[in-house]
């Protein structure tokens, strides 16, 4: 049985191989069933150990498998090998089933697409370094599967490389999350250095034994790391990347944003918990990071006119809710609105890829309207996927992972009156954007007409994906409601439990006030973008909105910070030392060819008069000797 647990990262990876190599030979119908198929297989097979292990526990808290070894060299050791235990399961159960919803949908979405063997390749492979990641029992190996996700979201926000501005986008991505991912090998390098292996579990253990809370080496290494899960998930200071990434096609926007990289420092944190706990101020500033992402993300959304940046930057708040609940300990929180968030945000996504494609690519939510009758499936399944993220209160599964996480908040030991206003701002915000969307664009009059109807490939995932938005967070219910706790009981099997605050008479009144504002955003979006939309024309051209739009001028700060004097400094370097002995080289080079290429004019009697000289020089030498 155990295995398996190789075969499940193993199947995408060569799914890709097989692509790339025979990819040219292979229709169009064999790649896509191809690239789906595999990881369609791996999330059967992740279902089939999962059930294994759950029968296993609390007996048996993860299962370990050594492939082969892969490096040795004096101290420094490091398998392929995967381990797989609750949180690593929940991942895997979100990469390939929701991964497996994704690729089906992508069959039809790029079936006219000249680059649609490559699509599959890049996307099985982003799948497969995914899965490393969150099965690595190492965490050089982790580190492998992060990178591997940094180079595909390259390839991939960049697929459509003929229009500059996706490669741009591209590069920024790339650039910005290394940043991130320096700090984190640099801590990497601490560990291994402080405790002589790679091993998870071994280094979480070594740090609780041997560095004290609070100790400078404790922090300096949790912050080093949280500055790569900060790149990798688009939080604050590093979150401008992610609304350009919707440069690539929108199956791409899904599966990034839903189950794959930007849930990979979610991943980080709450794999490495142990050495988090020994830096409690640097579990204080992930709360606060958290708390200021997803209010700044928030009021940035509410300014966007582009369909996939309002989601690009939902997704940034959201994943900001999720290290709000990692700040305050609440671990099972966290991970259980990552899985809730991958049902909603791919749906959301895929449904805005069939609006945007049945539309002839437009991206304007100003431009469309009017659909709700024209493309009635989709309408329906966006709606739910709103609901869900606006956490319409009681009938979506968006409603029970945000109120648990806003209830955490306040209730943990490092919560707080101050993190639960943040969450509850959040959460109003969420709620107006996500149906200010509905409503301008389903609703009203028609400003583009549908030219044609999405199939069945491409409706089914986002049936499924609804249906999984409204029942998938009756799992974990609060007291309140039915005091049920399957999620929490499965994954605190790997991570500790929340401590709590002698509060809970006050849960029933905090979730009131939750539902309250929920459905307070819904209203004032109905009034605002339904019954009175001319109010709102007024903030559409203000600077605040322009403000919004532009997400909070970060971009134009970090231009003028760090772009523009770098620039500068490159234009002042320009004709330094080094620069002019390279210069001369060349330059020499370029000389020495010219006076070569002399002898090759294309002049056949020069060709003879060059040979009978040569032939007459040699004879000459000879004579001589």
Not at 159 to 177: D, L, Q
Not at 300 to 312: E, P, V, Y
Not at 451 to 458: E, H, I, P, T
Not at 588 to 615: H, T
Request: glycine fraction near 8%; hydrophobic fraction near 55%.
């Amino acid at each position: 049985m155990k295995t398996i647990i190789a075969l499940i990262p193993a199947l995408p990876l060569l799914s890709f191989l097989i692509l790339v190599l025979f990819g040219g030979k292979l229709s169009r119908k064999v790649a896509g069933w191809i690239g789906a198929g595999s990881v369609g297989i791996a999330a059967l097979l992740t279902v089939i150990i999962g059930i294994d292990l759950i029968n296993a526990l609390p007996g048996v808290k993860s299962y370990s498998v050594v492939v082969w070894q892969w490096m040795h060299a004096g101290n420094l050791s490091a398998n392929i090998a995967f381990s797989l235990d609750a949180l690593s399961l929940v991942f895997c159960f979100v990469i390939t089933f929701v991964g497996f919803l994704i690729h089906i949908y992508s069959i039809g979405f790029m079936a006219k697409d000249e680059g649609f063997t490559r699509f599959f390749a890049y996307m099985n492979l982003f799948v497969s370094s995914m899965l490393i990641l969150v099965l690595a029992d190492n965490i050089l190996l982790m580190y492998l599967g992060w990178e591997g996700v940094g180079l595909c979201s390259y390839l991939l926000i960049g697929f459509w490389y003929k229009e500059p501005e996706n490669g741009t986008a591209a590069r920024k991505a790339f650039i910005i999350t290394r940043i991130g991912d320096t700090a984190m090998i640099i801590g990497i390098f601490i560990l291994f250095v402080s405790f002589g292996t790679f091993n998870i579990q071994d280094l979480m253990h070594l740090a609780s034994a041997k560095w004290a809370i609070g100790s400078s080496i404790a922090i300096l290494t949790a912050a080093l790391l949280l500055g790569g899960a900060l790149g990798k998930s688009a939080q604050l200071p590093l979150q401008t990347w992610l609304p350009d990434a919707m440069a690539g096609p929108s199956p791409v926007s899904a599966l990034i944003h839903a189950a794959t990289m930007v849930t990979a420092g979610v991943y980080l944190i709450a794999r490495t918990n142990v050495l988090f706990s020994l830096a409690p101020i640097v579990q204080t500033v992930i709360a606060v990071i958290g708390a200021l992402t997803l209010l700044v993300a928030g009021f940035s959304a509410l300014g966007q006119h582009d369909l996939k940046r309002i989601l690009a930057y939902s997704t940034i708040s959201q994943i900001g809710y999720m290290f709000l609940a990692l700040g305050v300990g609440a671990y099972s929180g966290a991970i259980f609105h990552f899985m809730i968030h991958a049902f909603f945000k791919a749906l959301l996504f895929l449904a805005a890829g069939v609006v945007i494609q049945v539309l002839d690519e437009e991206h304007d939510i100003f431009k469309m309207g009017g659909l709700r009758k024209k493309i009635p499936v989709v309408f329906l399944t966006f709606l739910i996927g709103s609901a869900s993220l606006s956490a319409l209160p009681l009938v979506t599964a968006g409603f029970y992972s945000k109120d648990a996480i806003l209830w955490f908040a306040y209730s943990s030991n490092s919560g707080g009156m101050v993190l639960w206003l943040a969450g509850i701002v959040g959460a109003f915000l969420t709620a107006l954007y996500s149906f200010r969307m509905i409503f301008i664009t389903f609703y009203g009059e028609a400003k583009t007409e549908p030219s044609f109807n999405a199939g069945r490939l491409m409706t089914v995932p986002l049936i499924i994906l609804a249906v999984l938005s409204v029942i998938g967070g009756f799992i974990e219910l609060p007291a309140s409601l039915g005091n049920i706790h399957l999620f929490s009981d499965l994954v605190n099997n790997t991570l500790p439990a929340v401590a709590i605050r002698n509060v809970e008479h006050l849960e029933w009144l905090f979730q009131i006030l939750s539902s309250l504002i929920a459905l307070s955003g819904i209203y004032l979006a109905y009034r605002w973008y339904y019954l009175k939309p001319q109010y709102m024309e007024t903030f559409r051209i203000s600077r605040l909105n322009h403000f919004f739009e532009k997400g909070f001028e970060f971009d134009t700060l970090y231009q003028v910070l760090i772009e523009k004097p770098i620039v500068w400094l490159a234009e002042v370097d320009k004709k330094d030392f080094f620069d002019l002995l390279n210069i001369s080289i060349a330059k020499l080079a370029i000389r020495l060819n010219l006076i070569l290429s002399i002898a090759q004019n294309g002049k056949l009697r020069w060709y003879l008069l060059s040979f009978a000289i040569g032939i007459a020089l040699i004879l000459t030498l000879m004579m001589k000797q």
